[in-house]
Structures are given as C-alpha cells and as structure tokens.
C-alpha cells in the first residue's frame, strides 16, 4: 500500500511527465512553495512557469528509479532523458497537506540546461 503523501506526489510526476500539465497542477497548492536550484519560488503561478518550459521544450522521457513516503512527506528520485542531456537525473522531496504539495524540494544539475540555452542564444535561437 502507498503512503497518501506517496500517492500524490506519483500522480502529479506522471502528469507532467506525460506532459500533462493541467492535471499535474492539480496536484499542487495555491501557496506550495517550490525550492529549486534557481531558487525559492512561491505560488502555483511560480511553480507552473518553472515547471512548464521543462516539461515541453526540454523533456524527452523519464523513469523512476525509487519512490518513498509517509502520510506528508514523499521522496522520488527519477532519470529524465532530454534535449539538452541523455540522461538528467533529479529527486523531489515533496510536502503534501490536504491532497495537494504544499512544498517541494527539487533537485537537479542546472548545467546541461545553461549549457544547452547559451547554443541556443549563440545560434540566435530564443
């Protein structure tokens, strides 16, 4: 049996993985607070500008390699494949009250996406 921290935090990763954006941010509070590399974002409007340009201009596919959790508290760690990198590997560490994610902690190596937006702008790509 799944934690229901677990639970919600499995449905909103497949959303967005499934490039399904608008049930992936069902998942998410109106106040979640989002602490990522570029870092603190707060508000769903934050979360969905830092989530959206991942999910449909960089993401290629994702697999999970291992997911936890309790009532509020889950951990996923998964691989992305995307343009900018063969393979991405992240983790979350996700905070849920009330079904939604309140809070995430998202970690990731910026450097392939910097590296991948500097050619862009270098060929005059935006």
Same mark, same amino acid.
């Given at each position: !049996?799944?934690?229901?921290?677990?639970? +919600? %935090? &499995?449905?909103?990763?497949?959303?967005?993985?499934?490039?399904?954006?608008?049930?992936?941010? $069902? /998942? @998410?509070?109106?106040?979640?607070?989002?602490? %990522?590399?570029?870092?603190? &974002?707060?508000?769903?409007? %934050? /979360?969905?500008?830092?989530?959206?340009?991942?999910?449909?201009?960089?993401? @290629?596919?994702?697999? !999970? +390699?291992?997911?936890?959790? =309790?009532?509020? $508290?889950?951990? &996923?760690? /998964? =691989?992305?494949?995307? @343009?900018? %990198?063969?393979?991405?590997?992240?983790?979350?560490?996700? $905070?849920?009250? *009330? *079904?939604? +994610?309140?809070?995430?902690?998202? @970690?990731? =190596?910026?450097?392939?996406?910097?590296?991948?937006?500097?050619?862009?702008?270098?060929? *005059?790509?935006?």
């Amino acid at each position: !049996m799944t934690s229901p921290a677990l639970q +919600i %935090a &499995l449905a909103h990763h497949r959303a967005w993985t499934g490039k399904n954006l608008e049930t992936a941010m $069902t /998942y @998410i509070a109106d106040n979640v607070v989002l602490d %990522a590399p570029p870092g603190r &974002l707060a508000g769903i409007h %934050a /979360y969905r500008e830092f989530l959206v340009p991942f999910a449909e201009q960089f993401l @290629i596919s994702a697999e !999970m +390699i291992a997911a936890f959790g =309790d009532d509020s $508290t889950a951990l &996923l760690m /998964y =691989d992305t494949e995307t @343009i900018p %990198a063969k393979s991405a590997p992240a983790a979350e560490c996700v $905070t849920v009250r *009330g *079904g939604k +994610i309140v809070h995430n902690r998202f @970690i990731f =190596d910026r450097l392939p996406f910097e590296e991948f937006q500097r050619r862009r702008a270098s060929d *005059g790509v935006r």
